[in-house]
């Protein structure tokens, strides 16, 4: 039975409301998208806690710096283009650079934000959040691992980057365990040893496994891994699970420069006798559109994925 589609957006709301309970000291930022955001959710719950900065997303996060210093624990929240683009400098240099206990969450990223068109879609947020020193960065599968992950960041000290969607996703990680930063997770096992490794972070991790699918029944077997944290990475844990496979996919919804196949390239780094194709967006703006529709035009659906995969296995 498939599990109910939801947004990872949503899952952050409603998991925020109940940290609040268990953290007293747990402090809540908005920049006037709360209801976008889903900290409305928190807000409702702890009023006395929730702080809306208003359309100034710099100050939103100079204001949650300076909480940090108080013994609180905050998570700052705003659409991901605003938070990483818009207030970069307050993140790089009061908040990362002083080393400040506070969690940026990115809502609507990626080019699944849809109709709202290329002026919204981040698809630079990781490349910016990857470069800052001392910035840990997580890219979430779907409901189950944005809450594990929520779990995680918030009873550990310093600066993270929570990237999430807009768009509803089913269920594909497990519902229980505690998230391990950096750790990758084997999502799609093949039956028999695997021809192929695609390794993929959010809203993609179901595009692979649905590519993955489709291969194997042509005869193509193929590992899925989700690397959801694209810093730091686990890169003795990963190779691990890569194994012998020597043909690698990285499939991301944000420019091909400077997120997830840039980090796996970085990784193997070396390493020797890997061959590595990097699907993602590829250094242009989208347009506005169905999920669905711009993850085809863009080359990162199934399908793109699947052609991609049997390319390289006409290049034995």
Do not use: W
Request: proline share 3%; net charge neutral.
């Amino acid at each position: 039975m498939k599990s109910e589609a939801i947004s990872t957006r949503l899952v952050f709301g409603q998991e925020l409301a109940e940290l609040g309970s268990k953290y007293p000291n747990l402090v809540v930022m908005d920049a006037d998208l709360s209801k976008s955001t889903m900290t409305d959710i928190f807000a409702g719950r702890f009023p006395d806690r929730f702080f809306d900065a208003g359309i100034a997303e710099q100050n939103m996060v100079g204001v949650a710096a300076g909480l940090s210093k108080t013994g609180k624990i905050v998570v700052a929240a705003s659409l991901a283009y605003f938070i990483m683009g818009r207030a970069f400098d307050q993140v790089r240099n009061l908040a990362t650079h002083s080393n400040c206990n506070v969690k940026f969450v990115g809502t609507h990223a990626g080019i699944s934000i849809g109709k709202d068109g290329s002026s919204h879609q981040a698809i630079e947020d990781v490349a910016i959040a990857r470069a800052i020193p001392g910035m840990r960065v997580i890219v979430p599968a779907d409901g189950n691992e944005t809450r594990a992950v929520l779990r995680k960041i918030v009873k550990t000290e310093g600066v993270f980057y929570l990237r999430l969607g807009r768009a509803e996703v089913e269920n594909v990680t497990a519902q229980d365990g505690e998230f391990r930063v950096g750790s990758p997770s084997m999502i799609c096992k093949s039956k028999g040893k695997p021809d192929i490794c695609i390794i993929a972070c959010g809203m993609l991790v179901h595009e692979s496994i649905r590519a993955a699918k489709l291969l194997e029944r042509s005869g193509v077997s193929v590992n899925v891994i989700n690397q959801s944290t694209l810093k730091p990475i686990n890169r003795e844990e990963l190779m691990d699970m890569i194994g012998d496979v020597r043909k690698v996919i990285t499939v991301e919804e944000h420019n091909i420069i400077g997120g997830l196949g840039s980090a796996i390239l970085e990784l193997f780094s070396g390493a020797g006798g890997f061959t590595v194709r990097r699907l993602g967006i590829m250094d242009t703006f989208a347009e506005s559109g169905e999920p669905e529709e711009l993850f085809d035009k863009y080359g990162i659906s199934a399908r793109h994925i699947e052609n991609a995969a049997n390319d390289m296995m006409r290049c034995n």
